[in-house]
């Protein structure tokens, strides 16, 4: 989950970073389901397609406007239906894969004769695809826990406890008894005095 996550972060700041301005969304389906694109653009356009990835290096579907030709990449071929007019186009995918998620871009475009080259424009409806999920998954619900196993849950956390509590009075203890062991045996011994010794020296002296 994490990874589909950082993964649709990563998607999120690419298509910000290329199109701030650009009016999209974000679309989530699971595997298996069917996803439709709307796609519009404005007048005086030769070629319309549909690109896929942040640096759109995927061309899912191309239309010429004039011969009315279409062509669709060979990943999504017998996936995909396209409905409506050159400038009002419905792209529909269906049977959606993990493989299907990034940003699907609507593109026009129109040849400069002037430059000799097609000059690009954004079209409306460039949305974030997101497929989750997995449609072979288990739908059974859950089954919850019983009484019995309830009860043999709570007297294995009440047995622990009580020997975790028994392991540390020991420890504890142990060390009260070892400390209280290093004091006395480094308690220094009184010598006796020479007082005796003195006064008999001082009665001889006599």
């Given at each position: 989950m994490c990874a589909a996550w950082?993964?649709?972060?990563?998607?999120?700041?690419?298509?910000?970073?290329r199109s701030a301005a650009e009016n999209r969304g974000v679309i989530w389906r699971d595997l298996g389901e069917d996803v439709t694109i709307q796609?519009?653009?404005?007048?005086?356009?030769?070629?319309?397609?549909?690109?896929?990835?942040?640096n759109e290096d995927t061309n899912v579907f191309f239309m010429e406007k004039n011969s009315g030709k279409t062509t669709i990449a060979n990943g999504y071929a017998g996936r995909l239906q396209s409905n409506g007019g050159f400038y009002k186009m419905d792209i529909l995918i269906k049977n959606l894969t993990l493989n299907d998620t990034g940003p699907y871009w609507c593109v026009y475009k129109m040849f400069d004769p002037k430059s000799?080259?097609?000059?690009?424009?954004?079209?409306?409806?460039?949305?974030?695809?997101?497929?989750?999920?997995?449609?072979?998954?288990?739908?059974?619900?859950?089954?919850?826990?019983?009484?019995?196993?309830?009860?043999?849950?709570?007297?294995?956390?009440?047995?622990?406890?009580?020997?975790?509590?028994?392991?540390?009075?020991?420890?504890?203890?142990?060390?009260?008894?070892?400390?209280?062991?290093?004091?006395?045996?480094?308690?220094?011994?009184?010598?006796?005095?020479?007082?005796?010794?003195?006064?008999?020296?001082?009665?001889?002296?006599?």
């Open positions: 950082l993964k649709l972060v990563v998607l999120c700041v690419g298509c910000t970073a796609c519009s653009g404005s007048v005086d356009q030769q070629f319309f397609s549909l690109t896929m990835g942040l000799s080259k097609s000059k690009s424009t954004k079209g409306q409806g460039s949305v974030l695809l997101v497929v989750t999920g997995d449609r072979h998954a288990d739908t059974d619900p859950v089954q919850g826990c019983d009484g019995s196993h309830q009860d043999l849950v709570l007297v294995s956390v009440v047995i622990s406890a009580a020997v975790l509590l028994c392991v540390l009075m020991a420890f504890l203890i142990l060390i009260i008894l070892k400390t209280r062991s290093l004091r006395a045996s480094g308690t220094p011994r009184r010598l006796p005095t020479n007082d005796v010794y003195e006064d008999m020296r001082g009665t001889f002296r006599r």
